[in-house]
């Protein structure tokens, strides 16, 4: 099982961006999936939640802000930011679980300047 993350970079305040997460070895259509972030010096939090059959949920922080979506004939997890804050600086992660077993993306940075 591989995930490969995309789209990071860096953003003025207020800007937007699209992160992609290429899922190979695991059918998204069977699993649930995340995206995770980390600063440095933090542990990952998850900020956002895709379960099969249910709503999307995200963390306080990032709500009305972020959106989580999967494509499953692409096998992508995907993450729309928008309205992006100095805050929201860190390595973007994507996971997928599947019966207990989880898997990680090795990530891709997000800075949004000031």
């Known amino acids: 099982v591989q995930l490969l993350e995309s789209g990071g970079g860096v953003v003025q305040a207020g800007g937007s961006l699209g992160l992609s997460c290429l899922v190979s070895?695991?059918?998204?259509?069977?699993?649930?999936v995340f995206w995770g972030r980390q600063e440095p010096g933090k542990e990952r939090e998850v900020v956002a939640t895709?379960?099969?059959?249910?709503?999307?949920m995200y963390t306080d922080s990032v709500k009305g802000r972020f959106t989580i979506s999967r494509n499953s004939a692409k096998n992508t997890i995907n993450l729309r930011m928008n309205s992006l804050k100095p805050e929201d600086t860190a390595i973007y992660s994507c996971?997928?679980?599947?019966?207990?077993?989880?898997?990680w993306g090795q990530g891709t940075q997000v800075t949004v300047s000031s």
């Open positions: 996971k997928g679980r599947k019966l207990g077993a989880s898997y």
């Open positions: 070895g695991l059918a998204l259509s069977s699993v649930d």
């Open positions: 895709l379960r099969r059959g249910s709503s999307a």
